[in-house]
């Protein structure tokens, strides 16, 4: 009789599990469903159930065979207790109303507990058993979980379940969780007050524009979105909805697109700002948030044959390697699209920013919430293209309203929704309304109206340039702008101020010095006179004499064509010599002229010009000594795109994908900061080994790396050691058998993914330290444990198989993880050795440190931090000391000999690291390693000194040329004043929903998950009462044959934990 | 063990009752339902691998109703203005099928036919198959009145995903810009080229596989 409900609850199951799948999909980046999706319970507090029970004297629990009346029973009980005449006991009344039917126990009273009363009674045929009564006590608990360590028990922990589909995949873990709602001032404030969001469009003063007779007419605007319905009432101007999914529908069947749309043209209830433009609708997801970059090639020509004028893409993912998409973007543009995109959710880390808001051409829009935080979710960090020889661009370029922002419902009225896709379509319509300002349309194309929108900008005060970009949208000023706007070219950021802090971080976090590596600042040139254009001659540096110009040495390179409407101009600053142990600031700028050919003059071959300076301001500090100097390794950091590298913490399932960089400024960022503030120099490579000076330095931090190694690389690096470098190793986890479980197919581009290394390249680690003695071995460990008074969690990392006999190996218990991904079996492992520390024998050697996990010193996923333990071992490394909670500890284990039962980790057979590797070349039969690249070599600019000094405040001045703020009369300009009001608790809800919105991960609208709940929770009650009533219906029928039953129930009692008669 | 069961008087009615109760009905009503939930599943899988291969084969029925008009773009006549490709990096393609340089573009929109880099219908870089590694040559190439007949019978082959966008072309030039462009027709896994060299087409078939 259980089979029906066996059945009921699997269809459900299936139902629920055949819907979420297909949830995360498709083009590079669609993010996956919410993170609550995924962990549904994962609160940080846990309930946790606890039970004691207590024996109650004198009363026994008396069970009969059968089901008998009251009377039968106490028949029983008496007869049984006949014999014994001193006993005093009574039957326990209960009084409940189930005692008017039979019942098969009673509860007993009696006085002097003899045993041998209790086998009389247990002698007697009609009763079982008897037992001592017992109290329950149930307590319920709520348990606090650390914080950081909540991620852990979110993923799921069983490895059959298969990973989930590729590019799509990005981080959904720790950001949203908690994030959102901190973005929001939920959690975190003590605010009762907070400004009620009217419509953003007012916010941003759009009414001015409106007053004024803008409202975005004749400007065709594009919703690159999940469609739109035919009749919504908030639409007047719909020029054309086209479908390029495979769905055959033209509308909305998740929101998205509508609330998108919304923002942009609504005209009534929740107002957008240009409710006149005329809008194209572009279905290109479907509504399980499906989309191919071929569905998006296609659409994009249709826009480029429909000449649109504003795109907006509320979409993005981390593969910029792209090609055909990244290009499609790029003949848009040039064909005088303005494109805006959303830079994504995968905030608060860094290194995260999405393509194609990344792209120089694209306006990327990064979110704030209404009282001008960053929002938590907003990606930021450089741009991550240009590593590991370059050094990212700044991104997003600018900020708006993308928490809690109104717009339509699906099918009628208002909703709220946060995201960074939020953040875009404000831009998209508020560029919308400013292109319908300029009466020369001609004026107005991609280029212009990014300089228009970043000269505008409001700066937020204490966020730097990779969270805010130029700052906040400020409507009016892009439009006092636009309107005196003349065709020129522009840089951003606008000036270098090395010492600008907080805003221009990274870099005015530590000074530079001589002898460094040479600090890159990647401009871009923005040039609003046309769509191609050049660098005329070559940038010049005029340093300022008065103000120690000449202490400096600049190197410039640049795009050769700047195409479309932009390029790079990258930076390259170094201390001269002369100011090797000089301190001070010195000043100078780098004046650049852009041509573009003319093409409203009458002859032909005319050429419009612009002249940018580039005003830059660095801080010089004598050269640190050595041991203060640490080199991190960029170049041996490979990363996903263009391939797959897998996650370091093999934990995190949705996110399996190693993407943000590896580098200090991006998932480092925690750790630079704090070797900067332990009065650390740090300096990234981002050429081969053998392009650094090692006698300058005092440690190389070589960390999760995927990259092969040159034979000239190991040479040098084994030279370099003996003559006192120092090394530290963080490694990660490479097994050949995980790395086969961990393929998945990409639904994207219809291929099984391999990976191409573990977490890191640990047979090419092996190959470099291999002369010490020294080598990581091929297991896969996980777990928590304490290290010197620290607790540690060690996140798929592995072991050390070989060291040298004199050093110092520090050992802890930790699970086989290899064991659980492939067997799903639990294995406790004592005295894994994950730390190692050594001095090379050698007279002024180096010293050498390893450690199995990278995972705890990555901003992405980590759960407990061990920056103490790259301290300790930096003052292993720098000083030669040795910390005490180290070599003393109890865990402190022999160096595992040469002869370790662990096998040496080999490389997958049939990986394809050659096609990413720098180092690798495909070969008839194994790779190869290339010859040995020449190392970078920069061409210092000839310095063209000025007597001259700098403006006084840099960032303040003129952004863009012949632009006269005053010119340009607003009408009744009338500052805006938020509404304040008490937040009554109901409200929030309204429009507080958390939940990013960039497809997949944006909240479904309430409307339609409301049914598909209800209507798997009405068949769960249906399924109960099916299930209810055939037992009802069966017991009395079951009771009958009254000599049967007490058979059956024996039989079951004997036999409970098979839960089946036995057939014989 | 436990108590028994009270029994409910019923309120659902009797027939039903028993109707629920007797495991073949049960039985009956999981199919049905199972068996519903499956197709439906199967179906629309099935749906989207039908559509998903659409976008590449071509359906012999369909006809997109396109209305070009290739006469406009005839060199004979005198034009004042010309249409352009607008994107170039450094060449761009005029509608009368001019090659020249940004730099050479007059005023008007057309390339300045007395600059010696200025050609008519280049196909330089084209291979045979109809593609070509510059945009811009393989616009010029298309635009050549001979290349008529080819674009016809395209046009009426046209897979349709390509239904919106030629409709809506209008004479030879916009054909010739919209068939270079690349599109679906020109990538594989959707993140790489078929073939990164040529990869502008304005012939019929998509570009040939490069080897990787």
């Known amino acids: 009789m259980t089979s029906p409900r066996a059945l009921w609850l699997f269809s459900i199951v299936a139902l629920l599990g055949w819907r979420l799948p297909q949830v995360g999909s498709k083009r590079e980046g669609v993010s996956m469903s919410p993170e609550v999706l995924h962990c549904p319970n994962c609160s940080q507090l846990t309930l946790k159930v606890e039970f004691s029970t207590k024996v109650v004297e004198h009363e026994y629990i008396v069970v009969f065979n059968g089901y008998f009346t009251a009377r039968a029973r106490s028949r029983f009980i008496s007869r049984a207790l006949h014999d014994l005449d001193a006993l005093v006991w009574r039957i326990m009344p209960r009084d409940n109303p189930a005692s008017d039917f039979p019942s098969d126990f009673e509860v007993v009273q009696i006085r002097q507990a003899l045993p041998q009363g209790l086998l009389t009674l247990q002698d007697h ?276 309203y993308g928490s809690g922002v109104r717009g339509s419902g699906m099918k009628e009225g208002c909703r709220s929704l946060s995201g960074t896709s939020v953040a875009s379509p404000v831009v998209a319509g508020a560029v919308t309304l400013l292109a319908s300002t300029v009466p020369n349309r001609e004026l107005v194309n991609p280029a212009s109206m990014k300089q228009a929108l970043i000269a505008s900008a409001r700066r937020l005060p204490g966020v730097n340039m990779f969270e805010q970009g130029h700052g906040k949208l400020d409507l009016l000023r892009a439009y006092q702008i636009l309107n005196s706007y003349q065709p020129q070219a522009s840089l951003s950021p606008s000036y270098i101020d090395l010492t600008e802090c907080p805003y221009m971080w990274p870099y005015c976090s530590q000074p530079i010095y001589y002898g460094g590596m040479p600090t890159i600042v990647n401009v871009t040139i923005l040039n609003g006179m046309g769509v191609t254009g050049r660098i005329v001659d070559k940038p010049v540096w005029q340093p300022y004499l008065p103000q120690n110009g000449d202490h400096i040495d600049v190197a410039v390179s640049y795009s050769p064509v700047l195409w479309p409407w932009a390029g790079y101009l990258a930076v390259s600053i170094s201390v001269a010599k002369k100011a090797a142990s000089w301190e001070g600031i010195a000043h100078g700028h780098v004046m650049v002229t852009v041509a573009s050919p003319a093409e409203n003059t009458s002859n032909a071959g005319g050429e419009l010009t612009s002249t940018v300076k580039l005003p830059v301001k660095v801080k010089i500090i004598p050269t640190p000594p050595r041991s203060k100097r640490v080199l991190w390794d960029q170049y041996h950091n ?377 209507f798997l929770g009405a068949m769960v009650v249906l399924a109960f009462f099916v299930v209810q009533l055939t037992k009802a219906k069966s017991k009395p029928k079951r009771r009958k044959p009254r000599v049967k039953r007490p058979l059956f129930l024996q039989q079951l009692q004997q036999q409970p934990h098979t839960g089946r008669t036995p057939s014989v | 063990m436990g108590l028994p069961t009270p029994i409910l008087e019923p309120d659902v009615p009797m027939v039903l009752r028993r109707l629920l109760r007797k495991r073949w009905v049960l039985a009956v009503v999981f199919g049905l339902s199972l068996i519903y939930f499956l197709t439906s599943t199967l179906k629309q899988e099935e749906r989207t691998v039908r559509d998903r291969t659409l976008l590449q084969a071509r359906d012999p029925e369909h006809r997109i109703p396109w209305k070009v008009r290739f006469d406009l773009g005839n060199s004979s006549r005198q034009i004042t203005q010309c249409r352009n490709s607008i994107q170039g990096k450094t060449l761009i393609t005029d509608e009368l099928g001019y090659v020249c340089e940004r730099i050479n573009l007059l005023v008007n929109g057309c390339c300045d036919i007395n600059t010696p880099s200025s050609r008519q219908f280049v196909c330089d870089t084209c291979l045979l198959g109809g593609c070509c590694s510059v945009y811009e040559y393989c616009v010029s190439c298309c635009l050549q009145p001979d290349k008529k007949l080819l674009l016809e019978r395209f046009l009426n082959r046209a897979a349709e995903s390509f239904q919106n966008l030629f409709t809506a072309v209008e004479d030879h030039f916009e054909l010739c810009l919209a068939k270079c462009r690349t599109s679906s027709q020109s990538v594989q896994h959707e993140n790489t080229y078929r073939n990164p060299q040529a990869k502008f087409c304005y012939g019929e078939s998509p570009p040939e596989l490069a080897p990787i």
Not at chain 1, 125 to 140: A, C, D, G, H, N
Not at chain 1, 323 to 333: C, I
Not at chain 1, 985 to 1003: F, H, K, L
Request: hydrophobic share 35%.
């Open chain 1, 125 to 400: 045929p009609y009763i079982k058993r008897v037992t001592p009564q017992r109290m329950v006590f149930r307590s319920l608990k709520f348990v606090q979980t650390p914080e950081p360590g909540s991620a852990a028990p979110c993923n799921d922990t069983r490895w059959t379940q298969k990973w989930q589909s590729s590019r799509p995949l990005r981080r959904t873990s720790l950001s949203l969780g908690s994030g959102f709602w901190h973005a929001t001032g939920r959690h975190s404030s003590r605010r009762l007050l907070r400004a009620i969001p009217r419509h953003v469009a007012q916010i941003l003063q759009a009414d001015v524009l409106w007053q004024m007779g803008h409202t975005g007419s004749g400007v065709k605007v594009a919703v690159f979105d999940t469609g739109l319905s035919e009749k919504h009432p908030h639409f007047k101007n719909v020029k054309e909805r086209t479908n390029w999914t495979n769905e055959k529908t033209l509308d909305d069947g998740l929101g998205h697109g509508t609330f998108v749309a919304g923002v942009i043209a609504s005209m009534r209830e929740c107002q957008g700002f240009a409710p006149d433009s005329e809008l194209h609708i572009f279905r290109v997801f479907t509504n399980n948030q499906v989309s191919y970059t071929s569905w998006f090639l296609d659409a994009f020509n249709y826009a480029i044959l429909k000449k649109i004028d504003v795109l907006n893409l509320s979409i993005g993912g981390p593969d910029f390697m792209d090609h055909p998409f990244v290009d499609k973007v790029w003949e848009l543009t040039a064909n005088r699209v303005i494109m805006v995109s959303a830079i994504g959710n995968d905030g608060p880390l860094y290194g995260t920013l999405n393509n194609p808001a990344d792209q120089m051409d694209v306006i990327g829009v990064g979110g704030i919430d209404f009282e001008d935080n960053i929002a938590r979710f907003s990606s930021r960090g450089m741009t991550t293209w240009e590593l590991p020889g370059g050094y990212g661009r700044v991104k997003p370029d600018i900020v708006t």
């Open chain 1, 638 to 1014: 490979l990363r996903y795109p263009p391939g797959y590298f897998p996650r370091d913490n093999l934990r995190m399932k949705n996110d399996p994908l190693d993407w943000n960089g590896d580098h200090i400024h991006t998932n480092f960022r925690d750790m630079y900061q704090h070797l900067r503030s332990n009065g650390y120099f740090v300096e990234v490579l981002g050429a081969p080994l053998t392009c650094f000076d090692a006698s300058q330095y005092g440690t190389l931090l070589l960390v999760d790396s995927e990259e092969e190694y040159f034979p000239e690389e190991v040479n040098k690096l084994r030279r370099d050691i003996d003559n006192g470098l120092s090394l530290i190793i963080f490694s990660d986890w490479y097994n050949t058998s995980v790395m086969r479980k961990v393929k998945f197919y990409d639904e994207n581009t219809r291929q099984w993914w391999m990976p191409d290394t573990g977490g890191a390249n640990v047979p090419a680690l092996n190959d470099l330290i291999s002369i010490w003695g020294m080598a990581f071995s091929d297991g896969l460990y996980e777990g928590d444990f304490a290290m010197a008074d620290h607790e540690m969690y060690y996140a798929s990392g592995c072991s050390i198989a070989r060291f040298p006999e004199d050093g110092i190996v520090i050992a802890k218990t930790l699970k086989d993880q290899g064991l659980e991904v492939l067997k799903q079996e639990t294995a406790v492992v004592d005295n894994v050795p994950i730390l190692g520390l050594y001095q090379t024998p050698s007279e002024g050697g180096g010293r050498i440190g390893l450690y199995g996990d990278s995972n705890c010193i990555d901003d992405s996923h980590r759960q407990k931090d061990c920056f103490w333990l790259l301290d300790a071992l930096l003052q292993f490394t720098s000083y030669s000391m040795t910390p005490a909670s180290l070599t003393h500890s109890k865990s402190r284990v022999a160096p595992p000999s040469s002869v370790s039962e662990h096998p040496l980790p080999e490389r997958l057979e049939g990986n394809h690291l050659y096609r990413y590797s720098k180092v690798l070349e495909a070969h008839l039969r194994d790779p190869k390693p290339r010859p040995l690249p020449a190392c970078p070599h920069l061409s210092w600019a000839k310095p063209q000194p000025l007597n001259e000094s700098a403006p006084s405040n840099l960032w303040k001045h003129q952004k863009l040329l012949s632009v006269d703020m005053d010119k340009v009369v607003l009408p009744n300009i009338r500052p805006y004043r938020p509404q304040v009001r008490p937040l009554s608790p109901g409200e929030s809800g309204a429009w507080d929903i958390p939940g990013g919105i960039m497809p997949g991960r944006y909240n479904q609208d309430v409307g339609q998950t409301i049914p598909v709940f209800a």
